[in-house]
């Protein structure tokens, strides 16, 4: 089993900054894969961003060039850097985590609950 737990959510104004964290506990994976995907009500579960044990990252284009994916192994915390944004990124953000499948195939992946294990979510306002 593996617990997620995002923090670092809050409320900003457009073109603002935040980042976001989600700290992994529990069974480690060799290929591993985590990203951040988003929940908006009334709409499809987005996929943000991702990164693999290779070191690889994917990134949805409606987020690229803004946000910033990145992992302290050592610690074992998954971060978001979130810049520019605009109201159209508010909603919650899931950490999502898996095994053997790299960061391109989690993309698309990560917004279906089979994928592996999903945080609760941490929200994000902007405004």
């Known amino acids: 089993q593996v617990q997620l737990v995002e923090s670092g959510g809050d409320s900003v104004q457009a073109g603002g900054s935040l980042r976001l964290s989600c700290a992994a506990s529990?069974?480690?994976?060799?290929?591993?894969?985590m990203g951040w995907f988003r929940q908006v009500p009334g709409k499809e579960r987005e996929g943000l961003a991702t990164?693999?044990?290779?070191?690889?990252?994917a990134y949805a284009d409606s987020v690229k060039g803004r946000f910033t994916i990145s992992k302290d192994n050592d610690k074992n915390i998954l971060y978001l850097q979130m810049d520019s944004l605009t109201p159209e990124d508010t909603g919650t953000y899931r950490c999502?985590?898996?095994?053997?499948?790299?960061?391109?195939?989690?993309?698309?992946?990560?917004?279906?609950?089979?994928?592996?294990?999903w945080g609760e979510g941490t929200q994000v306002t902007v405004s």
């Open positions: 529990g069974r480690n994976y060799v290929k591993w894969c």
């Open positions: 999502a985590a898996s095994w053997a499948v790299t960061a391109h195939a989690a993309l698309g992946a990560m917004v279906h609950p089979d994928f592996g294990y």
């Open positions: 990164l693999d044990w290779r070191g690889i990252t």
